[in-house]
């Protein structure tokens, strides 16, 4: 049998959910699931239009959507935590990413994802390994609450035009963007120690604000 459809009504928690290599597969549907102590891992289901978990607040592991053509959104609007977030690698349809609980990653990756215009994590404020932003079509950023981690890189955002990180203090890794062709100011008034920081090829940048900064090797 194929599965084209994956209805789980009374499912509220378990250890992990792996959907990868479902042709068919259109629907999603695990509208009482709370808790995973283990991973979310969707990929290669080239039908499915949308992930959403309406009730899940937690996954131990790692959050991760990938290739997957036709979705449109992904949403878990409970969801506090999680290891690596990974939105990434031909998800062309993807317009929507509601992830407005989400606090805290082990690690962030969004990369490849053509036509997502805005990312925006409102309640973000640790990524405590790196946080990587790679897409063509990105916008704006928006990550109000963001404190600290250990790296942050932007590379190759064509049509970023502005990033402000207004309460971001430490980064014990890199700040790097590079290769954002759109870009012209890049401000983290907040920002007191970074181990390396990089802002190289952005070939509009004319505004870099960062007046707490005090240790930068």
């Known amino acids: 049998a194929v599965l084209s459809a994956l209805d789980l009504p009374a499912f509220t928690s378990g250890d992990s959910l792996l959907l ?3 042709p068919v597969l259109g629907t999603l549907d695990l509208p009482k699931l709370v808790n995973l102590t283990g991973y979310v891992q969707i990929k290669d ?3 499915l239009l949308e992930v959403s978990f309406p009730k ?12 997957c053509i036709k979705l449109k959104t992904i949403s878990a609007p409970l969801l506090t935590s999680a290891a690596h977030l990974e939105i990434k690698n031909n998800l062309n349809a993807l317009t929507t990413l509601q992830l407005p609980a989400l606090s805290s990653l082990t690690q962030a990756t969004f990369q490849h994802l053509a036509v997502l215009s805005a990312l925006d994590l409102p309640a973000l404020k640790t990524v405590t390994g790196y946080f990587y932003i790679k897409n063509t079509a990105l916008e704006s ?10 790296s942050l890189l932007l590379e190759t955002n064509p049509v ?3 990033l402000d990180l207004p309460k971001l203090v430490n980064l014990t890794g890199y700040f790097k963007t590079v290769f954002n062709d759109a870009i012209t100011s890049i401000t983290a008034p ?10 190289s090829n952005n070939a509009k940048l004319s505004e870099v604000y960062h007046p707490k ?3 930068n090797p």
């Open 190 to 199: 907040e920002l007191t120690y970074v181990g390396i920081l990089i802002h």
């Open 20 to 22: 990868e290599n479902n």
């Open 56 to 67: 899940l607040a937690q996954t131990d592991g790692d959050f991760a959507v990938k290739s």
């Open 213 to 215: 900064l005090v240790e």
């Open 141 to 150: 950023v928006s990550l109000p609450e963001f404190t600290s981690g250990d």
């Open 160 to 162: 970023l035009k502005t």
């Open 45 to 47: 289901c080239p039908n």
